[in-house]
């Protein structure tokens, strides 16, 4: 399985970025996917993420801006992100977890300028 993020980029405060992450390899429609992000210096962290039925989970700091979504025809993922803030300035990885494994794509790096 290999996963390729791409998206990311440098805006100012309150501007927006779509994420996508797109999977191949053995991949099927059951199994979660998800964000983490890892901003310089700290740990990485979750964000979002959303199972094959399309449930999702978004951790607070996130809630009513981001959007996590996912093309299981297309095998891809996607974070559509608004109204960001210099504190979401991080790398980001796409991840997708089956049967017990997980597997991380490469991140891509969002800047947000105040």
């Known amino acids: 399985v290999q996963l390729q993020a791409s998206g990311g980029g440098s805006v100012q405060a309150g501007g927006s970025l779509r994420l996508s992450c797109a999977a191949s390899?053995?991949?099927?429609?059951?199994?979660?996917m998800g964000w983490y992000r890892q901003a310089p210096g700290k740990q990485r962290d979750l964000v979002a993420h959303i199972t094959s039925s399309g449930s999702t989970y978004y951790v607070d700091s996130v809630k009513g801006r981001f959007t996590i979504s996912r093309d299981n025809a297309k095998h891809t993922l996607y974070l559509q992100m608004n109204s960001l803030k210099p504190e979401d300035t991080a790398v980001y990885y796409c991840?997708?977890?089956?049967?017990?494994?997980?597997?991380w794509g490469q991140g891509t790096l969002v800047t947000v300028s105040s």
């Open positions: 390899g053995s991949i099927s429609s059951i199994g979660v």
């Open positions: 991840l997708y977890s089956r049967s017990g494994y997980t597997y």
